[in-house]
Nanobody
Framework: VQLQASGGGLVQAGGSLRLSCVAS????????LGWFRQAPGKEREFVAV????????EYAKSVGGRFTISRDNARNTVYLQMNSLKPDDTARYYC???????????????WGQGTLVTVSS
């Protein structure tokens, strides 16, 4: 199983980005998908998770109301729409796959390589 994230970049505070993560080499629709992030010098933290069918989602308090996770099972792709970005959102963002609908990184077996998001003030 491989997860390939893309869509990161440099954006000014208040701007938007949409991250994508394409999965290959395994079943996609039967797994929950999550986004995590890691800022320099900090631990990896949960951002968002979406259920297998896409009907349920959960967000970290720090991004709720600004970020939206979605998935397209036909395209084996999960998205993270990020609006009203803040400098504190600067981090490398990782997508991951889990058998469980979970906010804990230890529940995720497969991880992408990450895509860097930098928000300037």
């Amino acid at each position: 199983v491989q997860l390939q994230a893309s869509g990161g970049g440099l954006v000014q505070a208040g701007g938007s980005l949409r991250l994508s993560c394409v999965a290959s080499g395994g079943t996609f629709s039967g797994y929950a998908l999550g986004w995590f992030r890691q800022a320099p010098g900090k631990e990896r933290e949960f951002v968002a998770v979406i259920s297998t069918g896409g009907s349920n989602a959960e967000y970290a308090k720090s991004v709720g109301g600004r970020f939206t996770i979605s998935r397209d099972n036909a395209r084996n792709t999960v998205y993270l729409q990020m609006n009203s970005l803040k400098p504190d959102d600067t981090a490398r963002y990782y997508c991951a796959r889990s058998r469980y609908y979970s906010t804990y990184s230890r529940s995720y077996m497969y991880w992408g390589q990450g895509t860097l998001v930098t928000v300037s003030s």
